[in-house]
């Protein structure tokens, strides 16, 4: 039987505990890109709700409550309080709700059937490496909207992040997984690396360790004003490795800031990468490499012409949301709404495909 979904992964329509409550607002606070900081509030508050039960039993929080003295809690101030005394009220707190409605993710009716169609997201990060969520609970998100799998894809080590994985914890990260797909059966969370390309066009991880993974994500995160020629033989050079499914955000242009909504007139934060294009999507066709539509908001790579040059060749695509929070998954919806405005075909789209059929055709690469 697979795990339940859990009460802070589903729209808050029935009475929270004050832990889903406070889990709920950072989820929808994460899927509108929220300030950190304010993010971080909530989570430490929702730590403050575990000690305090834990160390004091589940009455004590409401006692305090009912003396008004939840803000004596060291970590709790007024907007967290009363998420936690509205929670054991037994109303859906108010913060919930205006966050319901004010951080929904818009789909286009065009879209909509897009993402009905998807099965799963192949490109997302967990707090083994720069996410702010364990394994599980990016698992249970993804249940929670009806995805029958994920790939894990945390960080390779070297330049990305400061914590990202090397091959003796990635080692451990996989029997991490095996126990995870063990409880949560019939879901499954399928192994993965979002690995470096490197200045070389070399990989930021060993061949025998990406061999061991069900899908891997190639991105540029480095480097990425080198000039046009070495750009492209970099980037053709790591499509042409066995290992490599995905194309990963193939541009690196950021339109706005980490933690900004972008706006439509604004200049790019980062500009895209110079390579020749026609030639990056001629290797992603010949070595069967899907180009990423990558769906967080301040990214939107590729752009609509690299997009639809990638179509003309063929390519298979991936919508990935590269959530690094769960309430980030939820911005697949984007990449929905940019796939049907290219009237892509949706069996092109390699996120729709059930698990078996996704390694059927990961696992043809590396031969």
Partial sequence: MTAAVPAWARPAEAPLSPRDALTRVV?????????GQKIKAFRRARDVVDEVERLRGPDELAAMAAAGKLTD???IGASTAAVIAQALAGDVPERVRDLEASTAVPLSEAGAPYRAALAGDCHLHSDWSDGGAPIRDMALAAMGLGHRWMVLTDHSGRL?????????RLTEQLDVIAALNAEMAPFRILTGMEVDILEDGTLDMTPEMLARLDVVVASVHSKLRMDRTAM?????????DPNVDILGHCTGRKLSSSGEQPTSDAEPKRPPSDFDAELIFA?????????????????QDPPDDL??????????????TDAHAPGQLEWQAYGCDKAAAHGIDPNQIVTTWDADRLL???GAHAT
């Fill in 27 to 35: 989820y929808l606070m994460d899927r509108s890109l929220a300030p």
């Fill in 73 to 75: 809690l060291p970590g």
């Fill in 160 to 168: 990305t992040v400061a914590h990202g994985l090397n091959a003796e």
């Fill in 232 to 240: 492209t033989h970099r980037m053709v050079r790591a499509i042409a």
């Fill in 283 to 299: 290797a992603c066709a010949k070595f069967d490499v899907a180009v990423e539509i990558n769906c967080r908001p301040e990214r």
């Fill in 307 to 320: 997009l639809e040059l990638a179509l003309e060749w063929d390519c298979k695509v991936s919508i990935d």
């Fill in 360 to 362: 059927a055709w990961t």
